[in-house]
Every structure is written in C-alpha cells, then in structure tokens.
C-alpha cells in the first residue's frame, strides 16, 4: 500500500510561479523514478517532468526552460518548481513514482489524486 500526496495547486497569473510537492508513504523499499504528468480538458495525459533516485532527470517539450523538478530522497518527496506560468499550462497535476514495495509486486507505478492548476489573469 503506497500513498502519493500532492499540494501546492492553485490560481496563478500568468509570469507567475507555483511549487508543487509530492509525498510517498507506505510499504516502501525504493523509489526509482518520480515525477509529474498533467491532463488538461479534452487532451491526453502527458509528462511534465520525471527524475530519477540518480538525480537524471526529464522534461516535457513544452515546459523546458520554465520548470525544474527536484527530489528529497531521504523524505521520499519531489517537487516541481513552475515559473513563467502560462494559461496553456492549465491542467490537473499528477504525482507518480516508480516504486519497489515489500507488500505487493516488485515495482509498482502509483499515481496521487492530482492537483489542479489554473494560469488565469
């Protein structure tokens, strides 16, 4: 049983910044990889950023430049700096982690429930 806690969301201008994090807890051995997805209305899912235990990390097309994730492997926690916030960057935000468990399967991919973000003027 691995949990996923998001906050951070809210109305934002548009130039302006947010920071999201993220909190795993639960029967976990390792986390390999976290990161952030978002889905806006009528579009698919689609990744923000990802990092891994290493420190690599990845980031959508659309939002190099603007954000920056990090990750606190010692709390289990990832956090997503936006800045330069733009409307197209509305959606609901989604935490997931790659994760090795010691109560199920090897490696489970877990998902939070999402926080929404709005860039409206």
């Known amino acids: 049983q691995v949990q996923l806690v998001e906050s951070g969301g809210g109305l934002v201008q548009p130039g302006g910044s947010l920071r999201l994090s993220c909190a795993a807890s639960?029967?976990?051995?390792?986390?390999?990889?976290m990161g952030w997805y978002r889905q806006a209305p009528g579009k698919e899912r689609g990744l923000v950023a990802a990092?891994?235990?290493?420190?690599?990390?990845n980031y959508g097309d659309s939002v190099k430049g603007r954000f920056t994730i990090s990750r606190d492997n010692a709390r289990n926690t990832v956090y997503l700096q936006m800045n330069s916030l733009e409307p197209e960057d509305t959606a609901v935000y989604y935490c997931?982690?790659?994760?090795?468990?010691?109560?199920?399967?090897?490696?489970?991919?877990?998902w939070g429930q999402g926080t929404q973000v709005t860039v409206s003027s």
């Open positions: 997931n982690a790659l994760i090795l468990s010691s109560s199920s399967s090897p490696v489970v991919n877990s």
């Open positions: 639960g029967s976990i051995v390792r986390i390999y990889k």
């Open positions: 990092i891994t235990s290493g420190g690599s990390t």
